[in-house]
């Protein structure tokens, strides 16, 4: 399944067979707030950052700017997904920099309770990596999820990713939570470029 890409020095826009990633604008602010209300207990656990600041829509309004900060000088990407069919904003995915000016990223998604399960996920996750590695020119991108999120696990592993480790983190990202075992994906330009393209 190819995707197309269309970009600008401001926007990006992914396309693939069923969805659009688009990088963030004040225009999405009430969807993606609708969506993180909606789904805020579910993605708590994986997303405490992401779920408590986004509290009304004015938080969401403030942290799209933030988006949109961090894309232009190049830190963090973040993307909505749409579904072509319908238009409806399922969720969002996210690339961001190990380091600054290092070809190291980090990847991250969430999408609705209503898009899981069908696919979504590893569409725009293989759409990410082909901008990652072609556009951004990453050399390397690490996925982490927790060891009881099999779904996760499975996008990975369809993507191409290979698990490199296992960890307990020292301190819970969840203040209320336990730390949780965390599995470590890792996809490489060159291993990219077999499974990606």
């Keep these: 399944m190819q995707s197309s890409l269309t970009t600008s020095a401001t926007s990006t826009e992914l ?5 659009w990633i688009r990088p ?10 609708q969506l993180l209300q909606k789904n805020r207990e579910r993605l708590m656990p994986d997303f405490p950052d992401r779920t408590t600041a986004v ?28 579904r072509k069919e319908g238009g409806e904003y ?15 990223a ?8 209503q898009a899981e399960g069908k696919g979504f996920a590893t569409e725009a996750l293989k759409a990410i990596m082909r901008y990652a590695f072609q556009v951004l020119h ?16 499975g996008v990975a592993k369809r993507s191409g990713f290979t698990l490199i480790k296992s960890y307990t983190p020292v301190v819970s990202d969840h203040p209320t939570l336990p730390p949780r075992p965390l599995q470590v994906y890792q996809l490489k330009k060159e291993d990219a ?4 393209l």
């Design 15 to 19: 396309s693939t067979e069923r969805l």
């Design 24 to 33: 963030y604008t004040q225009e999405m602010a009430l969807e993606f707030w």
């Design 55 to 82: 509290i009304s829509l004015e938080d969401a309004q403030n942290r799209l700017r933030v988006f949109t900060s961090q894309h232009k000088v190049g830190d963090m990407y973040s993307f909505g997904i749409w």
């Design 90 to 104: 399922i969720g969002d995915i996210t690339l961001r920099r190990l380091a600054r000016g290092k070809p190291f």
């Design 106 to 113: 980090e990847v991250g998604y969430y999408l609705g309770a």
């Design 138 to 153: 990453m050399e390397a991108v690490n996925l982490r999820c927790a060891e009881e999120n099999n779904r996760s696990q």
């Design 193 to 196: 470029m077999v499974t990606l």
